[in-house]
């Protein structure tokens, strides 16, 4: 079973940063593309940004020169730092990845379990 844990999320004011984690384990035999996903309250999941195996990157337009994905192949993980953090930052991130599971043909995608990011003086 493949699960995906997320951490660092928090209580930040704004114009401060944050860096978001999310590791994969199970029984993986490759991870495609990986990336960060949020929820407003009222609002619909949107990408923030994703990042391939190869390293070619993905921002929404509203976080782009803030917000830095990156990733640990080795580690099987993800990260998201978040730098000059605004109030419409403030969401639920979940981190989502394609997952070959070992002994499997396809990939899948897996998510993890979500992680609060509240922006507030």
């Known amino acids: 079973q ?8 928090g209580l930040v004011q704004p114009g401060g940063s944050l860096r ?6 199970g029984s993986i035999f490759s991870i495609n593309e990986m990336g960060w996903y949020r929820q407003a309250p009222g609002k619909q999941r949107e990408l923030v940004a994703s990042i391939t195996s190869g390293g070619t990157m993905n921002y929404a337009d509203s976080v782009k ?14 990260y998201l730092q978040m730098n000059s953090l605004e109030l419409e930052d403030t969401a639920v991130y979940t981190c989502n990845a394609a997952v070959q599971p070992t002994g499997f043909r396809q990939y899948y995608a897996y998510w993890g379990q979500g992680t609060q990011v509240t922006v507030s003086s």
């Open 2 to 9: 493949v699960q995906l844990v997320e951490s660092g999320g």
């Open 65 to 78: 020169g803030r917000f830095t994905i990156s990733r640990d192949n080795v580690k099987k993980a993800v």
């Open 20 to 25: 978001l984690s999310c590791a994969a384990s």
